[in-house]
Structures are given as C-alpha cells and as structure tokens.
C-alpha cells in the first residue's frame, strides 16, 4: 500500500467531490467567460450600433449584452453553490475519516498527542483541506477567463492577445514560487495553534487537580509560552501571505498596466478601432478579477497542502496494538504472564486463576499503568506474552479481547446524561454503550444488571440523591457529583459490563472506610465466580483476595494472601501499611 502523504489526502478529498467539482468549475468557467465578453460586447454595441446609429443593431447587442448578464449571473449562483457543498462534504467526509482512526479499536493516533491538538486536525485542519474543492473550480475558472480574455484580445489585436497569452503563465509560476513560504508558515502555525488547543483542553480537564496540588500559576505560565509561541506562529503565517498576496498583486498590476499601455497606443496608432479600444481597456480591468482570484486561490492551496500534511500524520499513524484473530468461547478468565517487559516491568511472570478475586500490588505505581495499558490492549508489550485461556492476546482482536477483558481505569470519565446511561448501555444500542458489553439486552436483565451493580458500588446512595434517582441527570464528565460519588458510579459501569475477566484500577481512592467496605463486600459477591483482578494498595481489598501478588523492580517478589504477605514480607508491608 503506497505511503500515506500529504499530497494523497489532497487528492482522494478531491476525488470523493469529482462530480460537484466539475459541475462548479464549468458553471464558474461560464460566469468568468460571461465576465470577459462584458467588454467586447461592450465594443460591439460601440462599433456596431452606437457608431453607426442603428437602432436595430442597438437593439440586437443591447439584447445579446442582457443574455450574456443572465448567463454569468445564473452561472456563479449555482456554480458556487456547487462548489461549497463540495467543500463542506470534502470537510466533513475528512473529519469523519479522522474520527475512525482515532477511535480505531488498535488505537495509536493519540500517542505524542494531546486530545486538544487531534481536534483541531479534524477541525480548523479539515476545513482548510475541503476549501479546496471550493477554490480549486474557481482557479479553473480563472485561468479559462484569463484564456478567453485572450482570445478576445487576439480578435482584436495580435499584440495584445500574444501579450495576456506569454504573461499569464509566468504570473502562474511566479505564484506557485511564491506560495511555497507561505505553506511552510502554515503548517507551522497549524502545528502550534494545536498544541495549545490541546495544552488547554488537558488544562480545563484537570484543573481540580491543579488547584488541588497548588499548580495554577505553573499551568498558566506553560499555556502562556504555548499561546506566545502560536502568536508568533500566527504573525508569522500571515505576514507570508500579505507578502504573498501583496507581491503578486503588485506585479498582476504592473501587468495590466502594460496591457491597457499597448491597447492605447494601438488605438492612438489607428490600428484599432474607439470600440475595440474600450474592448482592450474593459478587458484589462475585467483581468484584475481572476488575476486577484487566482492570486486568492493559490494563498489557500498553499494551506491547505499544509493542512493535508498533518492529517496524512495523524491517518498514518501506527496502530499502538494489532491482532486480528476472533476469542474463541467460552472464556474462563485463566490469565497467565511470562516473560513480560515493558515501562519498568523486568521478565514478569504471573498467574491468575479462573474464577479468583485476585490482589495485585507494585511497589512503583508506574508498574500499575503499564500493566492497565497492557491489560486492557492499549499498548504492545517490549517483550514477554499475556496469555487468556492459552491465548496470546497480541494475535487476538483487540475488540474482542476488551469484551472478555474489562479494564477499568482509575480515572474512568463519565459523560452528559442520566446515571442509568452511565452505567448500562441505553436501550436500542445493542449493548455499546458507555457500559460496554454484550450479554443481557432484555429489559428484565437490564434492570436487575442495573440495580445489582449499583448496590455492589455504593452507587445506589448516589442515585438516592439525584432528583429521578437512576434517570436523574448527570453534568459533563459527572462534574455534578463529588470524586467519590463518580468513582462509584464509574464501578457500577464496570461491574455492570459483567465481564468474563474484570480488571479494576484502584477502584475506591476517593470513599471512605465504611463506604469502601460495603464496596469490597460487594465486589466480591457479585463477582463470585469469575475472574476479578484488583490492582491496588488498599488494605480492605486486598484483605478480601483469594490471592495477592506483590511486584517491586519490575518483577514478581511475592504471592499469598494479604495477612501473610503483611506478616512476612517487609517490602510489601511498607508498600500497603505505610
């Protein structure tokens, strides 16, 4: 398959508005040709009618003059109508071709950036892409004006038409010279203004925490340089394109001027006619029209190449997972580890029995992240194999593998909505919604899923204080609930997935002592029976393990339950205990 680029993007968004492109190109052609016989008709009703005092002939190109206003005007209409609709669909098809590979089950468009800067590529960067099919018919068309204002000009004087005819190529090319800047500033000034797109997103996301740890001030100093630096960027790319825009002007006019120049004097000389002088002199200001369109339509593709670059980075990005083979059924939740290397964990080797609550500690909370990534097939691992039910999950569909291996994830988000819709998936979406999976989709099932998750997190005093109770209305994210509430109710989505292997992140961090005991009481009954893995440092969950395995340096240094590791094992004791 050829390499994604810049350049192909452009080309298959143009290709997808073919039709609509052609349609407006020849519709904009005729209203530019419409445009360039105003001034020869104009010297016709002169010469023809006005010279010779002939009321018919006046009559006959007065009318001719009318057909041509209605073509150019029916003609730009509809051509531009044509040609916003391909912009808008060519936009729009991008972002949605964007928004599959982000969301892409083998993930890998987020790595190295920041959710603000993957919006703006499917945004601001899209838009640039798909104006293209609009400027692009209207580039057509301006050169077809520049070609019949020259053949008209031939009709009328061979000097001049050879004139328009030499020149307009050059300005072509000295266009394309100097648009070259100007892409280079704008793929520039794009790359910035998405890094701080993204700095403030991250920023507006985390900002309980910032001021939590007192980190306003730094937070703010890190945007402030990010803006300053898009500011520059900014100035940067449009003083390019006033230069750009500017220099070719200036030289589109001196241009004219030397037409209107030699029409003049042919016309001083008596080599043409008062009529086809007022023709060479309409047409030499008609000539500022798609010259100016063509010095607009080349600023645009100039950015718009640079806007198509950045979209090929994001669509060609490497997928962090691969795997494509189906889970075979019924999955009885035994994992097994070996060899395992990855961020910090050193040849790891591990095993979780089918049907276990099982406790999980590391000495270094960064071992824990790496394992919910590699857990939950959001990153291959260096080296080393996880395994379930003797299955290497690296050949697996990562889909798949989510399905029957739940991974719920310390900062779990909730969204805009009722809290039944947080915790199990609405009713008509086949089970896809926020709560996953897969197997209950009758109404019966649905509520008794409902009610024994949120009983077993804690969330039902949650929905005791929503005016609806369940069907009660959850803010952005779950900004309306305290941290604890959200943790519970993000347990509850976990629990109700009812998968075959749940994998918990430190699960209860934000509830206190009893609420986390009524938790843990619940987890373990109604996950009787099936694989829970808790990775956590929590005393009263662990305390509740069939088993406990203690990692410190990247390895397995213990396993057995939480009393005697506690008795036993100094490392873990400082780990859990301190």
Request: net charge neutral; no cysteine.
């Amino acid at each position: 398959m050829p390499q994604l680029t810049g350049g192909r993007v452009l080309r298959e968004a143009l290709r997808g508005q073919a039709g609509r492109i052609t349609g407006s190109a020849l519709l904009s052609t005729g209203h530019q040709a419409g445009e360039a016989m105003v001034p020869v008709v104009i010297g016709m009703v002169v010469d023809r009618a006005v010279g010779t005092g002939s009321s018919s002939e006046l009559l006959l190109w007065l009318a001719v003059l009318g057909a041509v206003f209605l073509t150019l005007s029916f003609s730009f209409r509809f051509g531009a109508r044509l040609g916003e609709r391909a912009a808008e669909q060519a936009g729009h098809l991008l972002r949605v071709r964007l928004t599959d590979r982000v969301l892409d089950r083998r993930g890998g468009a987020d790595t190295g950036r920041l959710p603000g800067a993957l919006a703006s590529v499917a945004t601001s960067d899209a838009a640039r892409v798909g104006m293209i099919a609009l400027v692009l018919p209207l580039g057509v068309a301006g050169i077809l004006g520049l070609v019949v204002g020259a053949v008209a000009l031939l009709r009328v004087s061979l000097p001049l038409g050879l004139l328009v005819l030499f020149g307009t190529p050059l300005m072509m090319g000295l266009a394309h010279v100097l648009g070259r800047p100007l892409q280079r500033r704008s793929e520039v000034e794009q790359d910035r203004i998405a890094h701080t797109a993204g700095l403030a997103a991250d920023m507006v996301g985390g900002l309980r925490v910032l001021k939590g740890i007192g980190a306003e001030r730094a937070a703010a100093e890190r945007y402030r340089l990010s803006s300053r630096a898009a500011l520059t960027a900014t100035v940067h790319a449009a003083r390019a394109k006033s230069w750009h825009d500017g220099t070719l002007l200036a030289v589109n006019g001196l241009f004219l001027a030397v037409v209107a120049l030699v029409g003049g004097r042919l016309a001083a000389d008596g080599t043409i006619s008062i009529g086809a002088l007022i023709a060479a002199v309409g047409m030499a200001q008609y000539l500022i029209g798609p010259l100016s369109m063509l010095v607009w339509v080349n600023g645009e593709l100039a950015q718009g190449r640079g806007s198509a670059v950045r979209i090929a980075e994001v669509l060609a990005s490497a997928p962090a997972v691969g795997g494509d083979a189906p889970l075979p059924g019924p999955v009885t939740g035994r994992l097994a580890v070996r060899g395992l290397t990855h961020a910090g964990l050193r040849g790891l080797d591990l095993d979780v029995t089918a049907g276990q609550l099982v406790g999980l500690v590391t000495a270094d909370p960064a071992h824990a992240e790496a394992l919910v990534d590699l857990l939950g097939r959001e990153r291959e691992p260096d080296s080393g194999t996880i395994t379930l039910d003797g299955h290497d999950l690296s050949t697996l569909d990562p889909e798949a593998v989510r399905g029957a291996l739940l991974v719920a994830a310390h900062d779990a988000d909730l969204f805009e909505g009722t809290l039944r819709d947080n915790v199990v998936a609405p009713a008509g979406s086949n089970g896809n919604g926020p709560g996953l999976p897969h197997q209950r989709t009758s109404p019966a099932d649905t509520h008794g899923l409902l009610s024994a998750a949120l009983a077993a997190s804690g969330a039902d005093e949650v929905a005791a204080t929503l005016d609806g109770g369940v069907d009660g209305a959850l803010a952005e994210r779950g900004r309306s609930l305290s941290g604890g509430q959200r943790q519970r109710v993000a347990l509850a989505r976990a629990l109700a997935a009812d998968a075959p292997v749940l994998v918990l992140h430190e699960p209860t961090t934000a509830v206190d002592a009893v609420t986390e005991l009524h938790i843990v009481h619940g987890v373990r009954r109604l996950r009787e029976g099936r694989t829970t893995i808790v990775i956590t440092t929590s005393p009263a969950l662990l305390a509740a393990a069939d088993t406990v395995h203690f990692v410190a340096d990247g390895a397995l240094t213990a396993s057995g339950t939480h009393e005697q590791l506690v008795r036993e094992h100094t490392g873990y004791r400082a780990t859990v205990l301190a």
